[in-house]
């Protein structure tokens, strides 16, 4: 059983007002001081974001537990210093966001300019264990068409500077500034991959491999595949269902990869345009069909996703809880349809916030 571990950023907000707060040093040392163990928090480029990492797991009801551990313990934290967490993707109202301390930072404002400044977004990034870097590379190449109907699932960031942007998922139009995101070509091979990294890396308009912000990519820490498309979802159980399809999405590509079948040549272009479509409207209006990379309606597409890896979740014993899952998100829909709900029914975006940092604390 492969094991998957997911991160998630959390945005620190005054549940009064709803504004973003500048805090995470704060929040961080309270958390530090209150963990038993080791503390699975981290500081994220700006101070009003937060950011944990589960431990990798093979059971999707451990994994839910751990997350929603995780979201309670921030949420305690933040309370200590007069703040909250919601998992929200952006921040529904105004906000000045703040660049953390450091020099990893600082190099990263002066370099990027504007493009740093107004990185205030929250992602949800899942990694699963893969054997090799061989096999990595493999699945990398076979799950790139799917990756688009996993951001329009977990679509969370309808709101920007206090406007509605139209779009479902505005954290991914906002982190498609960077250089390196986005979907890539096929690699073909371990060395084909890390050929690809030295050569952006000998431009030099990138610090590090850590900037390599593909929208899945091998990860540096760990033998995993490292899945980063998603908002960070606003019901937990969302987020368990996004890990869910990657492992399944993971395994998948990988057995079509020992079988000898090819990844499908869609173009990177191509690419592109299923992403802007699936975070324009999320799952609110038609996605890109990954065979055809045709629009359908984004029940039918999300439909054929489960489909596609129906096998890999009837053995991991995942495939009822994920097809509940989907039916669950198809009724309810995503974050942002929630977030929108919410302004239709109280007219106040600082109400959108109190109400999901309220849902994120559990």
Do not use: K
Request: with cysteine; glycine share 8%; net charge negative.
């Amino acid at each position: 059983m492969r094991t998957v571990g997911v991160e998630e950023e959390l945005l620190l907000v005054d549940e009064a007002s709803g504004e973003s707060r500048s805090l995470s040093t704060v929040v961080l040392a309270l958390a530090e001081r209150r963990a038993e163990g080791d503390c699975a928090f981290e500081a994220e480029l700006h101070r009003q974001q937060l950011e944990f990492a589960t431990e990798p797991r093979s059971s999707m009801s451990e994994l839910r537990e751990e997350i929603l551990g995780w979201r309670a313990e921030a949420a305690a934290s933040a309370a200590e210093a007069g703040a909250a967490v919601a998992a929200l993707a952006t921040s529904p109202l105004p906000v000045r966001p703040t660049i953390g301390t450091g020099e990893r930072y600082r190099w990263l404002a002066d370099r990027f300019g504007l493009t740093t400044q107004e990185q205030l977004t929250c992602g949800c990034h899942v990694h699963v264990s893969v054997e090799s870097d061989e096999e990595g590379v493999a699945v990398l190449d076979r799950i790139r068409p799917w990756l688009s109907v996993l951001l329009a699932l977990s679509a969370n960031s309808p709101y920007w500077q206090g406007r509605d942007t139209c779009y479902g998922s505005y954290r991914s139009r906002v982190w498609g500034r960077w250089p390196s995101s986005g979907p890539v070509e096929i690699f073909g091979s371990a060395q084909g991959y890390h050929d690809q990294v030295r050569a952006l890396l000998d431009t030099e308009v990138l610090r590090d491999a850590g900037m390599i912000y593909f929208d899945a990519r091998l990860s540096q820490r760990y033998p995993t595949v490292e899945v980063r498309v998603a908002d960070v979802c606003l019901d937990a159980a969302d987020t368990v269902l996004i890990a869910t399809l990657v492992r399944a999405l993971v395994e998948t590509a990988a057995r079509a990869w020992r079988a000898g079948d090819p990844p499908d040549p869609v173009a990177v272009s191509t690419l592109r345009m299923a992403g802007w479509r699936a975070g324009r409207s999320g799952l609110e209006d038609r996605l890109l069909h990954p065979p055809t990379m045709r629009p359908r309606p984004a029940a039918e597409v999300v439909r054929a996703l489960l489909t596609h890896v129906r096998d890999a979740l009837e053995d991991s014993g995942d495939l009822a809880t994920a097809e509940e899952g989907t039916r669950a998100l198809l009724t309810r829909g995503t974050g942002a349809r929630v977030q929108r709900d919410l302004l239709d029914r109280t007219g106040s975006l600082r109400e959108v916030v109190s109400e999901c940092a309220a849902r994120t604390r559990g």
